[in-house]
């Protein structure tokens, strides 16, 4: 009796299996797009034919772009890329080229939940790279229940399900606020991105803790909140300087928007640091040339972005879940 016919190609295996070769690669390759009773069906077959997978083809049926994918969202217009964005950009795109891997920029629409398999299906981009201020609840919860490789930036310090850096928050908001009580301010306001931001949450527990240290109180009448763009900033600090004429310093939780603050805060005739102190967040590469130079709460753009590139990488070699946070540091100039 002739023995059977062995399964020599990836095409075989996806034959005798009744599924694609996509598939089958992928299973082959322990792909988390890949349920565990069909990754067990197909390796139980190869083992039996004896296959053995050949890289180079294997590379071309998973389809790997050796690109990742940085992830903007369509439906919040007035959420432009500002300066620390690029240079978080510039840190991955430098990172990745190290690798041999390239840089995709891709929109994604509110209501969309199928561009994650989309992308990896069709071998367009092997992970992706998010920001919490921007990613939706239901887009999260999409790439978690895929398994698709993944990275957040700006999601509190923790431990978490799939890979995040993120900058110490809490500590920044508290640096910055102690530095504004240390030069005898007591009507310290706080300009703050979105409400719901969770990284802005937390520079707001770090601001009200270091007002209760030094035994002030939070008057909701020097708390606004922005979208971190100019023009809204710009809004809100006239707003505060409305109802609060008395205030004499303000933490703001961008440079962008701390910009656009002084700019206010000039035009209303009020000098900077006399009358108004202002401290900014992120320190920029333009912040020290400012008028007057800002100071700032520094959380390197660049090291954030060559650490989430890194750290996807290594994700998507070893399956390991990182959870990183990079410190805040005071930056002092003219401004406070």
């Known amino acids: 009796m002739a023995e059977p016919a062995r399964a020599h190609t990836i095409a075989d295996i996806a034959r005798l299996a009744g599924v694609s070769k996509s598939t089958v690669s992928r299973a082959l390759n322990d792909s988390p797009l890949i349920g565990d009773e069909t990754k067990e069906r197909i390796r139980s077959i190869a083992k039996e034919h004896e ?32 300066v620390f964005m690029l240079e978080i950009m510039s840190g991955i795109s430098r990172a990745l080229h190290a690798r041999d891997f390239d840089l995709l920029v891709i929109q994604v629409g509110e209501e969309d939940t199928e561009w994650p398999r989309r992308y990896l299906e069709t071998g367009r981009a092997d992970g992706f790279i998010l920001l919490a201020a921007m990613c939706t609840k239901k887009h999260l ?11 957040m930036w700006g999601v509190p310090p923790g431990s978490h399900e799939y890979c995040t850096v993120t900058g110490d928050s809490f500590a920044g908001g508290r640096i910055a606020t102690e530095r504004l ?15 719901w931001d969770a990284e802005v949450k937390e520079r707001y527990r770090g601001y009200e803790a270091a007002l209760r240290d030094a035994g002030q109180t939070v008057d909701p009448a020097l708390v606004v909140h922005a979208h ?9 600090m006239n707003e505060l300087l409305t109802r609060a004429p008395d205030v004499d310093a303000v933490f703001v939780n961008s440079d962008r928007m701390a ?23 992120d320190d920029v590469s333009i912040a020290r040339y400012a008028d007057p130079p800002l100071t700032t709460i520094r959380q390197s753009g660049p090291l954030a972005g060559r650490l989430l ?28």
């Open 228 to 236: 971190w763009s100019e023009a809204s900033a710009a809004e809100a």
């Open 259 to 281: 910009f656009a603050a002084m700019e206010v805060i000039q035009k209303h005739r009020r000098r900077i640091p006399d009358d108004i102190a202002v401290v900014g967040y």
């Open 51 to 82: 296959f053995r997978m050949n890289v180079p083809a294997r590379r071309l049926s998973l389809k790997q772009s050796h690109a990742l994918a940085l992830v903007t969202y369509d439906y919040k217009a007035e959420m432009q890329p500002d």
């Open 309 to 336: 590139a890194e750290h996807l990488l290594q994700h998507l070699e070893t399956g390991v879940i990182t959870n990183v946070s990079i410190p805040a540091e005071l930056v002092v100039r003219e401004s406070a």
């Open 141 to 151: 919860a999409t790439l978690v229940d895929l398994r698709a490789p993944f990275i």
């Open 181 to 195: 009580v240390r030069r005898g301010c007591t009507r310290i306001a706080f300009l703050g991105g979105f409400e």
